[in-house]
């Protein structure tokens, strides 16, 4: 079955980086597309960026895009989100999310347990 495993999250300071992996598995990468949300506390799921593996066309919610990059890696069927610029505001639970019939803005049907990214000072 499809297995998403994230990993990366942590403590960051305002204006820091971070990098979010998403280790695949149970999945013909190119038949799906993949992608991150994020939960911050006291709201709902918020869709971050997405990524069609088979051929690389990228999704961003505007909140993020020019700071966070999301790629991938056949070779290791990995995912990353790339986050620059972090901002206390970013402070959320991020989820990698698959699904074989979506659009990169979802609805997806695999999630993965999430990793908590805090940004403070």
């Known amino acids: 079955q499809v297995q998403l495993v994230e990993s990366g999250g942590g403590l960051v300071q305002p204006g820091g980086s971070l990098r979010l992996s998403c280790a695949a598995s149970g999945v013909d990468l190119d038949a799906y597309v993949f992608g991150w949300f994020r939960q911050a506390p006291g709201k709902g799921r918020e869709f971050v960026a997405a990524?069609?593996?088979?051929?690389?066309?990228?999704a961003y919610s505007d909140v993020v895009k020019d700071r966070f990059t999301i790629a991938r890696n056949n070779a290791k069927t990995t995912l990353y989100l790339h986050m620059n610029s972090l901002k206390p505001e970013d402070t959320a639970v991020y989820y990698c999310?698959?699904?074989?019939?979506?659009?990169?803005?979802?609805?997806?049907?695999?999630w993965g347990q999430g990793t908590q990214v805090t940004v403070s000072s």
């Open positions: 999310v698959a699904d074989s019939a979506s659009g990169l803005r979802g609805p997806y049907r695999y």
């Open positions: 990524i069609s593996w088979a051929v690389g066309v990228t």
